[in-house]
């Protein structure tokens, strides 16, 4: 059977990261969040990212010891051999990779829907069209072969990384930074600690990122070195930018603002700069290309993974011989990411997403307690138990919502 080849150095997958964290994320979430915790959107994001960080460790000491595809899956396999809840977990993961997807390509319909409306254009496009017509030409890309995409997706995380980067200095330069700050500090009093952990619940899931990573650790190179370190650069990287976006977008417009924009990131550009071009409603759109792209790669290598396993049909675990890529389990992710697209709104979608993944992590803390205790990895337990503890938290806070 031909095999996925490790040609991905530490530096593309840190990068790789980075450009899934972001676009899956600020880009497209910003406002939500705001909705949630006004002028407290700092300290959501940094309860996300410190949620994010014990998952990362944790993910990053099983990817090194286990660097194949369909991480969580072959996890919890390893620490209780019991194939059906692998399984369970697998299928899982890989929903919440497809889900995500859809998350990003209606986001992608907003600033795409945006931008015609910028430039004033009569062209009217149904958004199913451009969801659709999208999906394929990334799917294609996919396809073509892992370090072709590896090259887009690295591209595109300098493009984003430098949008976040204008946005912050046009609002040093003509915002109210000193004023945003001190709103974000007394807001610590002012607004409801529920708020806060409501808008972390859905900041958390612009930092779902690193999950994508560990399921293309059968892809780089040295991975005993390569995969902790790039997780680590990308998440720091990608929580030091979103603080920066945060009190940035403070300064500019207020989070009522925020909340209510369709494309908020592009409004606080405009605000700050007085520059009229769609830069950032540009950018907005590549990185949300960027996220789904790498879910598409991520879905369809745990599909892969599972199969490959024995865990569903070998027919999932087919490799091209000339792109090196899984063709079926590629073609059958972008398949379900178009249903799931066209049907369930944005907010729904992305709390389906962060309440799956919130689970899978959980479980995943637990699996590496679990090796611990058999001598099979080597990481101190206190991080993943703060990990679990923090999950259920957000876990039990968003079901307190829905009682």
């Known amino acids: 059977m031909t095999k996925l080849k490790r040609t991905i150095s530490w530096k593309v997958f840190a990068l790789y990261g980075l450009g899934n964290i972001l676009g899956a994320g600020i880009y497209v979430l910003v406002g939500e969040v705001a909705a949630e915790s006004g002028n407290a959107l700092i300290w959501s994001f940094l309860a996300a990212g410190i949620v994010a960080l014990f998952t990362a460790l944790t993910y990053s000491a099983l990817a090194t010891k286990y660097p194949v595809s369909a991480g969580a899956a072959v996890y919890t396999e390893r620490a209780f051999m019991n194939k059906y809840l692998s399984t369970l977990i697998g299928l899982s993961l890989a929903f919440t990779g497809i889900v995500s997807a859809g998350v990003l390509l209606r986001g992608f319909d907003r600033y795409f829907q945006q931008l015609l409306q910028t430039f004033d254009l009569s062209l009217s496009v149904p958004s199913w069209i451009v969801i659709l017509s999208t999906l394929l030409i990334l799917t294609i890309i996919a396809l073509k072969g892992i370090k072709e995409s590896a090259f887009m997706v690295v591209s595109l995380t300098l493009l984003e990384a430098g949008g976040l980067i204008a946005i912050v200095v046009y609002a040093v330069l003509n ?139 070998k027919k999932l675990a087919n490799v091209s011989k000339v792109q090196r890529t899984p063709t079926l389990a590629t073609l059958l992710s972008s398949f379900v990411i178009a249903v799931g697209a066209l049907i369930l709104p944005l907010a729904t979608l992305a709390k389906i997403t962060s309440f799956a993944l919130l689970i899978i992590f959980s479980v995943v803390q637990v699996c590496a307690l679990r090796l611990i205790k058999l001598k099979k990895i080597n990481l101190n337990k206190i991080i993943p138990i703060l990990g679990l503890i923090t999950n259920l938290i957000i876990i039990a806070v968003q079901i307190s919502t829905f009682i």
């Open 175 to 313: 915002g109210d930074i000193a004023s945003a700050t001190i709103d974000s500090v007394r807001s610590l009093s002012s607004v409801e600690p529920i708020a806060i952990l409501l808008g972390g619940f859905l900041a958390f899931y612009a930092f779902i990122g690193f999950e994508d990573m560990v399921n293309i650790a059968e892809e780089v190179k040295t991975p005993s070195t390569s995969i902790k370190k790039g997780m680590i650069w990308a998440l720091v990287l990608a929580s030091i930018l979103y603080m920066a976006t945060a009190i940035a977008s403070l300064s500019v417009l207020s989070s009522a603002e925020l909340a209510s924009s369709k494309a908020p990131l592009a409004s606080v550009f405009q605000q700050a700069s007085g520059i009229s071009f769609p830069v950032i409603t540009l950018i907005g759109l590549f990185a949300v290309i960027n996220g789904v792209l790498a879910q598409i790669i991520m879905s369809s290598r745990v599909l892969y993974g599972l199969a490959r396993e024995g865990w569903l049909t």
